[in-house]
C-alpha cells in the first residue's frame, strides 16, 4: 500500500544537490591527479586535508549531531560558532534543517517519515533521499523551535552558502597559498575543499545506511540501528549507533572508556576547558540492564521452537529477576561511590564493605543469567512416561 502511495507521488529530482553531490567525487579525483601531476604533493596538502577533515567532520558529529539536535550537553558561543563555519563547509545544510531531519529521523526510524527510511534500501538512506526533494512545499521546523532560539543557529542557517564555500573551500585555499604559494593553494582547495568534502559526506551518510544494515544490536532490536566498530573508526565514534538509538541524549555513542569516539573525547576536553557543561550520560544501570534484556529476547527467539510455552514463562520470570538484581545492584553501585565522596574517615569501611557486597551481586546475577542462557540453549529431552 505505502508503495503504490510513494509511486503516485511526482518524481522530483533535487537538481542542486545531485549536481554537487554527484559532481564532487569525480571533479576531487581529477582535481587531485591534475595538482599532482602539475605542482607535485607535499605534505602541507595533507595537513590541509586532516585538519579539514576533522574540524568538518567533528563539527557535524558533536556539533549538528550530538549538541544541537540531541542536546546531549551544552556548549559555550565560540564552540558553537565554531561548529556552525565548519559545519557549514561540510555541506550538508544548515543546523536547522540537518536537525529537523534528525530528529524526525529518531522519532520515526524505520517508518515512512523517518526521512532516511532504511528499510527503503540502503541507497535510498545514503543518499538518494537528498538527491529526491519527496516533500516539496515549505520547510517544516516546528520540531526545532528550541534551536530558533540560539541566534548562532539563525545566523548560519540564514548565510549558509556563503559560510560554507568560505571555510569549506576558500579558507583551505588561502592557508595553502600562505603556507606555499599558488601550487599549495590549488593544492588546499583540491585536498582541503574537493576530496575531504567527499570523504565527510560519505562518512556521514554510512551512519544513514551502513549503521543500518551491519552490525550488533546489543541494547535494543526494536529498530535497524547497529553497532559497528569499524564504522566508528571512520566516522568519529558515531559507528555505535545501536547505543545511540537507544541513549540519544547520552554525549557519548561509544559509552566504554576504550570504544573509538573522538567526538566524546572532543566535548570531553572542551568541558575541562570550560567551553562545554551539563554532560548528559544514561545511568550505567539502565545500560547494562537493556543489554541484559535484550540477550535474553535474542536466546528466547532461537529457544522458543525447542521449548514449550510453559517453559518459556519461567524463563522469562528468571530473566526479570536477573535483570532487576542486577538494576539494583549497578544503583547500589553508583549510590555508595557517590556516599564515599562525601563521609569521613569513621564510616568509610562500612561504605566500602557495602559496595564489595554490591559488586560480589553484580557478579552473582551475572552467573544466574548466563546459566539461564545455557539452559534455554539446551535442547529439552523428551520426556518417556
Ligand atoms: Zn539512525
Ligand atoms: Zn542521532
Given at each position: 500500500?505505502?508503495?503504490?502511495?510513494?509511486?503516485?507521488?511526482?518524481?522530483?529530482?533535487?537538481?542542486?544537490?545531485?549536481?554537487?553531490?554527484l559532481g564532487t567525487p569525480p571533479l576531487a579525483l581529477v582535481g587531485a591527479i591534475w595538482h599532482g601531476l602539475t605542482y607535485g604533493i607535499t605534505w602541507v596538502e595533507g595537513?590541509?586535508?586532516f585538519v579539514w577533515y576533522f574540524a568538518c567532520g567533528l563539527s557535524i558529529t558533536v556539533g549538528y549531531h550530538r549538541l544541537f539536535t540531541h542536546r546531549s550537553h551544552d556548549a559555550r558561543a565560540p564552540l558553537r560558532l565554531a561548529y556552525a563555519v565548519f559545519g557549514a563547509g561540510s555541506f550538508q545544510n544548515s543546523i536547522l534543517e540537518w536537525s529537523s531531519d534528525h530528529r524526525r529521523h529518531h522519532k520515526e526510524v524505520d517508518h515512512e517519515a523517518d526521512p532516511y527510511n532504511a528499510s527503503r534500501g540502503f541507497w535510498w538512506s545514503h543518499f538518494l533521499w537528498i538527491l529526491m526533494d519527496?516533500?516539496?512545499?515549505?520547510?517544516?521546523?516546528?520540531?526545532?523551535?528550541?534551536?530558533?532560539?540560539?541566534?548562532?543557529?539563525r545566523f548560519q542557517h540564514r548565510f549558509i552558502f556563503s559560510i560554507g564555500f568560505l571555510s569549506g573551500m576558500v579558507?583551505?585555499?588561502?592557508?595553502?597559498?600562505?603556507?606555499?604559494?599558488?601550487?599549495?593553494?590549488?593544492?588546499?582547495?583540491?585536498?582541503?575543499?574537493?576530496?575531504?568534502?567527499?570523504?565527510?559526506?560519505?562518512?556521514?551518510?554510512?551512519?544513514?545506511?551502513?549503521?543500518?544494515?551491519?552490525?550488533?544490536?546489543?541494547?535494543?532490536?526494536?529498530?535497524?540501528?547497529?553497532?559497528?566498530?569499524?564504522?566508528?573508526?571512520?566516522?568519529?565514534?558515531?559507528?555505535?549507533?545501536?547505543?545511540?538509538?537507544?541513549?540519544?541524549?547520552?554525549?557519548?555513542?561509544?559509552h566504554?572508556?576504550?570504544?573509538?569516539?573522538?567526538?566524546?573525547?572532543?566535548?570531553?576536553?572542551?568541558?575541562?576547558?570550560r567551553l562545554s557543561d551539563n554532560l548528559k550520560r544514561a545511568p550505567k544501570w539502565s545500560i547494562e540492564t537493556a543489554r541484559m534484556e535484550t540477550s535474553f529476547q535474542r536466546a528466547a527467539s532461537d529457544a522458543a521452537t525447542e521449548h514449550g510455552e510453559e517453559q518459556m514463562?519461567?524463563?522469562?520470570?528468571?530473566?526479570?529477576?536477573?535483570?532487576?538484581?542486577?538494576?539494583?545492584?549497578?544503583?547500589?553501585i553508583?549510590?555508595?561511590?557517590?556516599?564515599?565522596?562525601?563521609?569521613?574517615?569513621?564510616?568509610?569501611?562500612?561504605?566500602?564493605?557495602?559496595?564489595?557486597?554490591?559488586?560480589?551481586?553484580v557478579k552473582q546475577v551475572r552467573g544466574d543469567f548466563q546459566l539461564l542462557l545455557a539452559e534455554m540453549s539446551l535442547t529439552p529431552r523428551p520426556s518417556h512416561s
Open positions: 500500500m505505502e508503495d503504490i502511495e510513494r509511486a503516485a507521488k511526482p518524481f522530483n529530482i533535487n537538481w542542486l544537490n545531485t549536481a554537487f553531490l595537513m590541509i586535508f519527496e516533500h516539496v512545499g515549505e520547510p517544516d521546523y516546528t520540531n526545532v523551535r528550541d534551536l530558533q532560539k540560539d541566534w548562532v543557529v579558507a583551505p585555499a588561502l592557508l595553502g597559498f600562505a603556507l606555499g604559494g599558488v601550487g599549495t593553494a590549488i593544492g588546499g582547495f583540491v585536498w582541503g575543499g574537493l576530496v575531504r568534502t567527499v570523504f565527510v559526506h560519505h562518512g556521514t551518510f554510512l551512519i544513514n545506511s551502513a549503521a543500518h544494515v551491519w552490525g550488533k544490536q546489543p541494547y535494543a532490536t526494536t529498530n535497524s540501528s547497529k553497532d559497528s566498530s569499524w564504522l566508528a573508526f571512520f566516522t568519529f565514534g558515531e559507528g555505535y549507533h545501536n547505543f545511540h538509538h537507544t541513549y540519544p541524549a547520552d554525549y557519548r555513542n561509544g566504554r572508556w576504550w570504544q573509538w569516539d573522538p567526538s566524546k573525547w572532543l566535548i570531553q576536553a572542551a568541558s575541562l576547558v514463562n519461567v524463563f522469562q520470570a528468571r530473566s526479570k529477576a536477573c535483570c532487576d538484581g542486577l538494576r539494583s545492584a549497578l544503583r547500589q553508583d549510590a555508595k561511590r557517590q556516599q564515599l565522596k562525601q563521609v569521613g574517615r569513621d564510616k568509610r569501611d562500612q561504605l566500602v564493605n557495602q559496595l564489595k557486597q554490591a559488586k560480589m551481586s
